[in-house]
T-cell receptor, first 115, second 110 residues
Framework: DAGVIQSPRHEVTEMGQEVTLRCKPI?????LFWYRQTMMRGLELLIY????????DSGMPEDRFSAKMPNASFSTLKIQPSEPRDSAVYFC?????????????FGDGTRLSIL | SQKIEQNSEALNIQEGKTATLTCNYT??????LQWYRQDPGRGPVFLLL?????KEKRKERLKVTFDTTLKQSLFHITASQPADSATYLC?????????FGPGTSLSVIP
């Protein structure tokens, strides 16, 4: 069984550049979550989708961040323009349900460094 | 606002002993509480879930308790092994949100 797949695993880019992070959820999971993890703030929910529709984007820090889910097997998180404070590990997770007794299945993250 | 606290310090214990990790939450009434394990460079991995009407849940060497009066969950690893060294995250889960705690780093010393 393939788990949640994220790419790239590492990204280093200069401030001002556009960054696109990718996620393939587990097949059959209706919910997809994007998180950001830093030492200071821990694991924070950015946005989540249900059946490809964004449900709650209240965690998206600024308009520079956007997320899409064009189909059930693919999602992107885009930062444009990127800033050094965006440096973090970004995780994607999927689940059969949200906010219930179903666990979330996480990918191994994208470590993003903005210089 | 909702707040979750876990052991503020890293936990170092001797192999074979029982590790006890604490998760406290405030301004929150979770219906479920989940525990995850995270290894360096990896995403969190689900370990156990306990419901609000359950006092205790066990899985192999793991035991979780949930006290809704104290607003606290305890996570125990018995007969700890060096392979149990990791960061452990609690995640109280209500019907409209899940918030992850900051995590506790556990080191089991051989």
């Amino acid at each position: 069984d393939a788990g949640v797949i994220q790419s790239p695993r590492h990204e280093v880019t200069e401030m001002g550049q556009e960054v696109t992070l990718r996620c393939k959820p587990i097949s059959g999971h209706d919910y997809l979550f994007w998180y950001r993890q830093t030492m200071m703030r821990g694991l924070e929910l950015l946005i989540y989708f249900n059946n490809n529709v964004p449900i709650d984007d209240s965690g998206m820090p600024e308009d520079r961040f956007s997320a899409k889910m064009p189909n059930a097997s693919f999602s992107t998180l885009k930062i444009q323009p990127s800033e050094p404070r965006d440096s973090a590990v970004y995780f994607c997770a999927s689940s059969p349900q949200a906010y219930s007794n179903q666990p979330q299945h996480f990918g191994d993250g994208t470590r993003l460094s903005i210089l | 606002s909702q707040k979750i606290e876990q052991n503020s310090e890293a936990l170092n214990i001797q192999e074979g002993k029982t590790a006890t990790l604490t998760c406290n939450y405030t301004n929150y009434s979770p219906a479920y509480l989940q525990w995850y394990r995270q290894d360096p460079g990896r995403g969190p991995v689900f370990l156990l879930l306990i419901r609000e009407n359950e006092k205790e849940k066990r899985k192999e060497r793991l035991k979780v308790t949930f006290d809704t009066t104290l607003k606290q969950s305890l996570f125990h690893i018995t007969a700890s092994q060096p392979a149990d060294s990791a960061t452990y995250l609690c995640a109280p889960n209500s019907y409209d949100k899940v918030i992850f705690g900051p995590g506790t780093s556990l080191s089991v010393i051989p």
